[in-house]
């Protein structure tokens, strides 16, 4: 490991609601139904969203359905621990594109409480890999496939 | 709230990550920042002030210094727009639910 890997770990995001309704809907409404309540302002194709799929299983998929039928990786499951917990794969960059490099974890517990209410705890963690993969993606730009290639090949080029 | 691509562009300087990393121990003034840097000081001004634009450092003045921290909130721009649409998005989703549980009843 070299000196960089000593990093600033910037706190997870924490939320957490209370909903009336037992653990196993809670579960269900978040990862089956998730098409039900995700905000429909936010999505990667170009085309208007048209729902969103959390293929109900360890490894499944995570992605976006546009009204033209494109589908777009938002992520994977990571952990399937019906009615208690999900973990969730959440590859999307601050621009709001798919980087299939970027791993970032969204972790959901459903935690019973009283009478028929789930208290529903969400972490989002390893924000500092954002920080990683715009330090790569600056990279790829700048190596050989990015511009500074293409300059080295125009100078070679103007120096025959 | 800061746009979170600045963040990404502040975070991608190897050079401004050292910058965080010093400041991870707590609070310093910019001429302990540059010590030890391969940059000059106003380099290191300059960065912190595209530090600063992205919502990752706050300053403020000791004396005739100026002190730097990390942004306590961690990194700023990031958390920020991840804080706002998790609240949103789990606003929505308590909304669902509970639809649910009424249509059941």
């Known amino acids: ?160 | 709230m800061a746009y979170p691509e600045r963040s990404f562009e502040a975070l991608a300087d190897p050079t401004r990550r050292r910058v965080l990393e010093r400041l991870g121990a707590g609070p310093l003034p910019v001429g302990r920042i540059a010590e030890g840097l391969p940059v000059s000081r106003p380099a290191v001004s300059q960065h912190l002030k595209v530090l600063k634009d992205a919502g990752l450092v706050t300053d403020r003045a000791e004396g005739t210094r100026r002190v730097y921290q990390i942004d306590p909130e961690g990194l700023g721009a990031i958390r920020a727009w991840l804080d706002q649409f998790w609240a949103v998005a789990l606003e929505a989703f308590q909304a669902e639910v509970e639809k649910d549980e009424e249509t059941d009843a």
Request: glycine share 10%.
């Open chain 1, 1 to 160: 490991m070299n000196e960089t890997s000593q990093r600033i770990q910037p706190a997870p995001v924490r939320k957490s609601v209370t909903v009336k309704a037992p653990p196993s809907r809670a579960f269900e409404v978040f990862t089956s139904g998730i098409g039900r309540w995700w905000p429909k302002s936010h999505h990667i194709s170009a085309a208007d969203l048209q729902t969103v799929i959390i293929e109900p299983r360890l490894g499944g998929r995570w992605y976006e359905l546009a009204v033209d039928g494109a589908e777009c990786e938002v992520g994977k499951v990571l952990v399937w621990d019906p009615p208690e917990r999900v973990v969730l794969a959440w590859q999307l960059t601050g621009d709001w594109k798919y980087d299939p490099e970027l791993v970032t974890e969204v972790e959901v517990r459903f935690i019973a409480e009283g009478e028929g209410f789930t208290r529903v705890e969400l972490e989002h963690r390893d924000l500092e890999r954002f920080g990683d993969r715009a330090e790569a993606t600056r990279a790829q730009i700048d190596g050989p496939s990015g511009w500074g290639g293409l300059l080295q090949l125009f100078a070679g080029v103007a120096a025959q």
